[in-house]
Nanobody, 124 residues
């Protein structure tokens, strides 16, 4: 059974940085596309970033492009989301996900595996 476990969330001030990690239980990082999504209270799940199974240049939502960086470590079966210059509009539960369709997607429906989420809170 494939499991994804996020960590690294917390409470920070606007302008600060956080790095989220997502560890996979199996060797799927190198064979699955990966994505990060977020969900704020009362809102739907929002695409943040995605990367194909083969690596390459990640794709980002316009709201985070230039501030967030998506990376992967295949040897550790882990992906990361480095979040810099956090804004008061970034707070949400952040989820990592894995998709057997290797090209990556901005749609949550393309992802078969999800982590439990990690809370990010930003104070002004």
């Amino acid at each position: 059974q494939i499991q994804l476990v996020e960590s690294g969330g917390g409470l920070v001030q606007a302008g600060d940085s956080l790095r989220l990690s997502c560890a996979a239980s199996g060797d799927i990082v190198s064979t699955h596309a990966a994505g990060w999504f977020r969900q704020a209270p009362g809102k739907g799940r929002e695409f943040v970033a995605t990367i194909s199974w083969s690596g390459g240049t990640p794709s980002y939502a316009a709201s985070v492009k230039g501030r967030f960086t998506f990376s992967r470590d295949n040897a550790k079966n882990t992906v990361y989301l480095q979040m810099n210059s956090l804004k008061v509009e970034d707070p949400a539960v952040y989820y990592c996900a894995a998709s057997p369709w290797g090209s990556g997607s901005t749609s949550s429906r393309a992802y078969a595996y999800w982590g439990q989420g990690t809370q990010v809170t930003v104070s002004s």
